[in-house]
Nanobody
């Protein structure tokens, strides 16, 4: 089992920044690919970013590319999501997810085994 706890969400004006954290416990963090997803009210869960277990590569969803950066610190069992140039349409509950590291990165929620409880991000215009 892997336990994931997100933090860092909040209320921010458009154009502002937030940094989310996802702390993992329970298993060897460096064995897991880590993903970020978000879900707005009435919408399906959307892929945001994912990184290899080694941190060697990170892949982003088109809607956040160039604005968000995901980075992991395996020594601290934590993955971060730095969100810049936030827009009202970025408002959602953001969740981190984990799955055993594989060759191909995963962008679908069904491919992940463990989930955090989520943290709310609200961007005002």
């Amino acid at each position: 089992q892997v336990q994931l706890v997100e933090s860092g969400g909040g209320l921010v004006q458009a154009g502002g920044s937030l940094r989310l954290s996802c702390a993992a416990s329970g298993r060897t963090f460096s064995n897991y690919d880590m993903g970020w997803f978000r879900q707005a009210p009435g919408k399906e869960r959307e892929f945001v970013a994912t990184s290899y277990w080694s941190g060697a590569r990170t892949y982003y969803g088109d809607s956040v590319k160039g604005r968000f950066t995901s980075a992991r610190d395996n020594a601290k069992n934590t993955v971060y999501l730095q969100m810049n140039s936030l827009r009202p349409e970025d408002t959602a509950v953001y969740s981190c997810a984990a799955r055993t590291g594989r060759v191909v990165l995963a962008t679908r929620p069904s491919e992940y085994d463990y989930w955090g409880q989520g943290t709310q991000v609200t961007v005002t215009s």
